[in-house]
């Protein structure tokens, strides 16, 4: 069975510090892991994606991550924190491999607190 | 709380049927987003209300989809006519207005066959 445990439930940083949010996964399959990012009243926004290629992968807003499969992790980091990162970042897993079934498995979130 | 509860689990159906799907958010929620996701496009958001109105619904593909939310404890995504390429996994989430902390349902594997 799949799942998604990010560590943190809430996160807090000072601007300009950086940022690491925590996620593992349980899969029995090659996965797909994906992180998202939510502000108030928006929808949700995808961060990075990593599909099998670069274990480092990075994506918009200086935000990256690292899939290492020896620790079944997959953290998202970013070097300094902007005031416009406060939000709620979801880890997410979908199965890969020739029993992809395409849904995703979302982690419960974590709260990221930039301050000034 | 029990978290969103989404139903049915699993949809099978005819092209041309008209199906319903159902969210019920966390109690006190007055924001609900429902999604769409699919291997081709990832997730899509398809409409958000707030206070049980409609506030975005730029993103419901055509007119075949329609959302309604007639109380704070329920909406539905229903399409008619279903066809194919609707199949997908409907993932409905709720929050409270103004956070960001959404809570996702388990969603519905939606097969138009």
């Known amino acids: 069975a799949q799942s998604v445990t990010q560590l943190d439930s809430h996160v807090s940083v000072s601007e300009g510090t950086p940022v690491l949010l925590r996620c593992n996964y349980s899969?029995?399959?090659?996965?797909?892991l994906f992180w998202y990012v939510q502000h108030p009243n928006k929808g949700l926004q995808l961060l990075l994606k990593y599909t099998s290629a670069a274990t480092l992968v990075k994506g918009i807003n200086g935000f990256e991550a690292e899939f290492k499969k020896s620790e079944t992790s997959f953290h998202l980091t970013k070097p300094s924190a902007h005031m416009s990162d406060a939000a709620e970042y979801f880890c997410?897993?979908?199965?890969?491999?020739?029993?992809?079934?395409?849904?995703?498995?979302f982690g419960q979130g974590t709260t990221l607190q930039v301050k000034p | 709380d029990a978290g969103v509860i989404q139903s049915p689990r699993h949809e099978v159906t005819e092209m041309g049927q008209e199906v319903t799907l159902r969210c019920k958010p966390i109690s006190g929620h007055n924001s609900l987003f429902w999604y769409r996701q699919t291997m081709m496009r990832g997730l899509e958001l398809l409409i958000y209300?707030?206070?049980?109105?409609?506030?975005?619904d730029s993103g419901m593909p055509e007119d075949r989809f329609s959302a309604k939310m007639p109380n704070a404890s329920f909406s539905t995504l229903k399409i008619q006519p279903s066809e194919p390429r609707d199949s997908a996994v409907y993932f409905c989430a709720s929050t409270l207005e103004g956070s960001a902390k959404a809570f996702f349902g388990q969603g519905t594997r939606l097969t138009v066959v």
């Open positions: 899969s029995s399959y090659s996965p797909s």
């Open positions: 209300f707030n206070n049980n109105v409609p506030i975005d």
């Open positions: 997410v897993v979908t199965m890969g491999g020739s029993s992809n079934t395409g849904k995703l498995i």
